[in-house]
DNA sequence: TTCTTTCACATACGTAGTGTATGTCAATTG
DNA sequence: CAATTGACATACACTACGTATGTGAAAGAA
């Protein structure tokens, strides 16, 4: 029965790999990030490294799997909590931006992310966030809300307005000023999928 | 007045380094491009490079300028072309998503550079860039076009919007089947902005 | 012109960091 | 209890960046 310490003890290290790969990716980011450094301060060396993720890019995919998943998880939390349908919308696209601010997600999953795995896009993580977005806006078109345009390409740039007014956030000074304004501006947008004013839409529930 | 043949002579140097720092960072990527090689293919060595541009990161720099003064230069001349005016603000997004389907444009610009240089809200070329998106769009606040909203963010979600559609397309695999849908998208999200339905919009010249 | 200085670039070197090949010891299996 | 697997450590080779130093041609002085 205890023929799973092995696995677990392995699944320990995964873990602290990850957690020393977010603080150092976050802090020197991707390109200046030491292995040597990033495991010993795991308690490990790049032995346990190479055999657990392959190369650093490994790592790296790891970490921003984790911390895309959660963002994606906890938007779409926020979008059902209000209720989903449009308002659940914004909601997921505000709590995207609001989770810019903190510095891991900025420099790790915005910044060195897409250059080190490639377009965003194509990630697991990010796909399933953009299913999700997707669902939603199929669910609207359904009652005709939406104009009828390409309900992917709707979606994929939606996520990008979100994406980019957290960017701006978050390389702003003033971060706690420009958060209104950069969610302004992204529900101003998010508008334009409408076929009427937002001003005639409540609810439809 | 042969005075200026050492400054010319050096011009040509960063010339010819700029393009094969072209050539490289597009094709190998920042971090995979060598610096011995891409000198080397100049007909120089890295002497030459860290003498006129300090390092890797001041090339790449350098680079990036290049190209996304031209991307700014060109979108502007669309939106001219067409007039000027809402007509116009859509002609320069739909530019600047059409030209990201070059390679260069994508890899360095889109990918790289934000991750070796910062956010690209903060470089020279691309406040040159917005800085015309906010004029565009304080000319159509004046004209009562425009929601009340903070004019900057607006401009740099337009753009961002732009960009996104641009990265999109550039790693579809049916870059040209795409495109239609990316600018559609575009377009809708533009529409946002508007106080009213833009079929009610013409021409207000 | 000739001597001196400057400077654009080349050459040589130190260093750091990645990936791989090999070693080792505990956990598993029979 | 012997044999084997495998997770991880150790050792090594290679690459590549940045710097320190050298060099030869252009620019200025006399």
């Known amino acids: 029965m205890e023929s799973q310490t092995r696995a677990k003890k392995m699944e320990a290290t995964r873990k602290k790999l990850i957690a020393a790969g977010r603080k150092a990716f976050a802090k020197k980011g991707f390109a200046a990030a030491s292995m040597d450094e990033l495991t010993a301060e795991a308690g490990l060396t790049r032995g346990a490294l190479y055999h657990n993720f392959g190369d650093k890019k490994g790592l790296m995919a790891a970490v921003v799997d984790q911390i895309d998943m959660a963002m994606a998880t906890k938007a779409k939390e926020a979008g059902e909590e209000i209720g989903g349908g449009w308002e659940g919308l914004l ?115």
């Open 91 to 205: 909601a997921e696209g505000r709590a995207y931006i609001e989770m810019a601010l903190e510095p891991e997600v900025q420099r790790i999953v915005l910044l060195d992310g897409p250059a080190v795995l490639g377009d965003p896009a194509q990630w697991p993580s990010q796909n399933r966030c953009l299913q999700g977005t997707i669902g939603t806006l199929r669910a609207l078109a359904s009652e005709g809300l939406i104009k009828p345009v390409d309900i992917e390409a709707l979606a994929r740039l939606l996520n990008g307005v979100a994406l980019n007014a957290a960017l701006w956030v978050a390389s702003s000074e003033d971060a706690q000023g420009t958060l209104p304004k950069a969610i302004a501006a992204f529900e101003c947008l998010a508008t334009g999928v409408l076929n009427k004013a937002p001003q005639a839409v409540h609810e439809s529930g």
